[in-house]
């Protein structure tokens, strides 16, 4: 006999729910959407379309049990973020490591708003009065863009990836200051987010004033021992400044995408993200843009360590 709160199926009743629900009429073109995607990865979608799958496949996933999704082996899923980062649609790996390099000089809307965005993030340091001569540290750096723009501003500038690929074109940008005869402090380190102050030399762990990550932490294998990371390597004081990362929609957009590529992206809920950074040593947040964010809107955050 099955315990009451389960179904006929062996579902408990929310999981049950969601199969019902991802079965029925509202999901139809989720359903069409996801069958034609996956015989056709490069396949093109709206974003209203992208929420759609999404949704559909989270509801399919979480009424098997498999949603959220967890990653058992965390150097594959580490080697899988890798290998798709040079995944451009339509390109090989040689011509999108040529155009991530040219990341944001891109003649397109992404372009202009990583050009923006450069400036918001500016902008906030300033609020912080994190000013130039002072230590940063970038999470997710990509190919360092951000890093050598801020370099060339006065800050000295650490900036990390997972990417070997990243680190080639990173250093690139090293030796091109060089070259220009830029006395800049800009230096790059290949390591995980989680686990940043074990890449670090001992004598730079507790010396930034503040660690940035923009766009890059909805990637992390695990966002909360990178926040926790964070904290060990900022001297007392310093700040950690959060930038432009989705919102919860997100995981919904992207969700899609991550079961095609079997990689580890989402969205975050602001409330459990404050909450787990005051929990790793730091005062209360301060909310830098889109205060009301409905779930929508992306995170601009700074916390400074006790």
Known sequence: MLPNCMNRNGKQPLQHLAWSLSKSCFFREGRRLWKENQSNSQLSLSKFQKVIVGAYLILQDFSEGI??????????????????????????????????????????????????????????????????????????????????????????????????????????????????????????????????????????????????????LHHAYNWQQTIESCSTCLKSGGWLLICNEPNLIHTMVSYRVSVLSETHEIGFNRSQLIAHIEKSGFRKPKILKNRIGFGIFPLWIAAQKR
């Open 67 to 216: 949603f959220p999704p967890t990653f058992e082996d965390q150097q594959k899923v580490y080697d899988r973020e890798i290998s798709y980062s040079l995944q451009w649609p339509g390109l090989s790996v040689e011509d999108s490591f040529e155009v991530a390099q040219m990341k944001p000089f891109w003649f397109s809307s992404p372009g202009f708003q990583y050009l923006s965005d450069f400036v918001a993030v500016s902008s906030c340091l300033k609020k912080i009065n994190v000013t130039p001569s002072m230590k940063l540290l970038e999470l997710g750096c990509g190919t360092g863009w951000m890093s050598e723009f801020l370099a060339i501003m006065g800050f000295e500038v650490v900036g990390s990836t997972l990417s070997p690929h990243d680190i080639r074109a990173a250093n690139m940008r090293v030796e091109s200051l060089k070259v220009k005869g830029f006395d800049k402090k800009l230096s790059f380190i290949q390591t995980p987010m989680e686990s940043i102050e074990k890449s670090l030399e001992n004598d730079s762990i507790g010396t930034f004033d503040c660690i940035y990550v923009y766009e890059a």
